[in-house]
């Protein structure tokens, strides 16, 4: 089974980290609505929600991918590029115990999970602001036993390597070429986004169906022609606090049996 860990919307994110944005009001209550809606898709795609408690003093704690990465054989606690949210970590931790060996990355790398794309046995890892080859080098001795292969990829324009590039099969990207160079991507066909619409390559891909930016229907009539189940979620409140789609789930695999192990 799938599980999807999530977190309530803080009523603090109108106080959230921004680098490429102007900050603008966010509505806390449309937010936590289109943050539920978000939660329910999940679920109705035989998900299983888990959502951790609301952090009423941190403001971005809603963006829970950012503090770990859910391999099969391993978490790994990031160390978020920004001290306002490394706060946000013991609470995932927990969450995460029941199902994975832990791993940590630890002072002086920084490592946010929106810069960490995985695809198959690769794993890309955006150098961004707020991730360093520090955390890259710590992250390839943690995986080193387990057969993935890891990289760095600049990114340039945006807040994150999943800002750029996200998975929509085990084959197939979706892309936004002008934050990321496709030929340093292993290869795999790239589907370019609509011009029109650049935060439109964070797309979270659950099963055969790929959650799009309700915002971005031009990039999604593009899924949609190349085949792909499309289903627009919209998360426009959280996206003046510089958030997406992936963001706001950790995603893993559990046998059936450990279920219980999530109440
Ligand atoms: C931040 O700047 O950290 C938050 N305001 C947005 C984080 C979005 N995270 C993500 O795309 N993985």
Not at 6 to 35: F, W
Not at 62 to 86: M, Q
Not at 197 to 223: I, K, M, Q, S
Request: glycine content about 8%; hydrophobic content about 40%.
């Amino acid at each position: 089974m799938r599980v999807a860990i999530t977190r309530g919307v803080s009523p603090a994110i109108g106080r959230c980290e921004l680098t490429h944005l102007n900050r603008t009001p966010i509505d806390i209550d449309v937010a936590k609505a289109q943050h539920a809606l978000y939660e329910a898709v999940l679920g109705e795609l035989g998900c299983r929600v888990q959502r951790l408690d609301e952090e009423p003093d941190l403001p971005d704690s809603v963006f829970v991918e950012d503090v770990a990465v859910v391999l099969d054989e391993v978490a790994i606690i990031t160390r978020p590029g920004v001290s306002s949210r490394r706060g946000e970590r013991p609470s995932v931790e927990r969450a995460l115990e029941p199902h994975r060996p832990l791993a940590h990355i630890r002072e002086p790398g920084i490592l946010d999970g929106g810069d960490v794309l995985v695809v198959g046995k690769d794993i890309h890892i955006g150098i961004s602001s707020r991730s360093d080859t520090d955390a890259l080098d710590q992250v390839q001795a943690i995986v080193a036993d387990h057969g993935y292969r890891v990289d760095g990829i600049d990114v340039r324009g945006c807040l994150h390597l999943k800002s750029a590039v996200t998975a929509v099969s085990d084959d197939t990207l979706l892309i936004n070429p002008a934050w990321v160079d496709p030929t340093d991507l292993g290869g795999r066909t790239c589907i370019p986004i609509d011009p029109s619409e650049p935060g439109a390559a964070n797309v979270v891909r659950v099963g055969d169906t790929v959650l799009v930016g309700a915002a971005f229907p031009r990039t999604g009539e593009r899924l949609s022609a190349a085949g792909f189940e499309v289903r627009p979620v919209d998360t426009s409140e959280l996206a003046k606090a510089e958030g997406a789609l992936t963001c706001c789930s950790l995603l893993f695999d559990v046998p059936d049996s450990n279920d219980g192990a999530l109440t």
